[in-house]
């Protein structure tokens, strides 16, 4: 089927109320959400399932809609949404949606925790490769054309702190396990082990310790109350100087201020910043000006395999609600 084809029978398929998944229009990563409704499709032959490619149509399909999936989900299109029974999120955080108007409505919802696993465990561990062999200086005197020798580290026996141990956490632990690396994780329940080496909480001194002996802090949390703000003046007077902060979590989880005078003060050795605060990064912000602070514009998620895996989960517990409304679903935040 060409894309003209498939373009055609998804908005076709729109109209009427026979529709077992509906899609919503936006999409992630630059890629066209008619994939996504795609591989819910191939995994899901024997219901339909509907892209709504418009706002109008959107708004239209909504209404009948029992299991909608999307990016987004707006206040007004809730308000459409009489017969919504589950929401299925495209991204793994859910805290820009209306959560609490969702569980007044006793809408389910679940999220694309896991999707993420693989392409930013990789992201990290090149951003820590790229601290450690400091390719980036190389980079600098390859553009001069100048053949002159620096020094570099080894990541052997070096202490990765990872805060942080969901799909994203353990998928970087993963990677670094034939490193021979000490790795300490971070989590809310410490008594609920890990894949680390080590395990403490966010508080107290057991994570000061943690952070005086890293020489990689990973961070791969998400952004709450605990966490805002958790890399703040006073980690960074504490981490060992010849560290690396590597944030993959969210802008807010370090103090910008913070970071900016570490960086200034040698406080730190450098950093990877995947996600800042504010986002996007305003031009004339100095975070840009550091050498030793590599950005990227929260571009770690990116993956060509983000809809298939993302429709795996999305396409079992529209089976699962299909065999049973009352089904316990995978990823589910708000029952």
Known sequence: MTDSESNDETVASSDGDDRDVLVLRKGTHGMPVEQYAAAIRERLPEQTVTLARTPDEEHE??????????????????????????FACAYAGTGHLPLDA??????????????HGPNIGEHVLGAILRFTRRFHVG?????????????????????????????????????????G????????????????????????????????????????CP????????????????????????????GPV?????????????????????????????????????????ITPHNAGHTPNYYERLADIVAENARRVAEDPTAELENQVIR
């Open 102 to 115: 969702l569980e007044e409505r006793n809408v389910a919802v679940t999220n694309a925790s896991g999707v």
């Open 181 to 220: 690396v000490e790795t300490i994780g971070v989590r809310y329940t410490p008594e609920k082990g890990g894949p680390t080496d080590e395990i403490v909480g966010f508080e107290g001194a057991a994570f000061d310790e943690a952070l005086a002996r890293t020489d990689y802090l990973v961070l791969a």
């Open 254 to 294: 370090v103090d910008t201020d913070a970071l900016v005078e570490a960086l200034r003060s040698s406080w730190i050795r450098g950093a990877s910043l995947d996600v800042t605060d504010p986002e996007p990064l305003p031009e004339d912000h100095p975070l840009w000006t550091f050498e030793n602070v590599q």
């Open 61 to 86: 399909a909504i209404e009948n809609a029992r299991f909608v999936t999307g990016m987004t989900l707006d206040e007004d299109l809730l308000e459409a949404a009489t017969a919504l029974e589950v």
């Open 223 to 250: 952004l709450t109350e605990t966490t805002r703000g958790l890399i703040d003046h006073e980690a960074f007077v504490t981490i060992d100087p010849d560290a690396v902060l590597i944030n993959v979590a969210r």
């Open 139 to 179: 980079a600098r005197q390859q553009r001069r054309r100048e053949w002159r020798h620096y020094k570099a580290h080894e990541l052997q026996d070096s202490t990765v702190t990872i805060v942080g141990l969901g799909a994203i956490g353990r998928a970087v632990c993963e990677r670094l396990e034939p490193f």
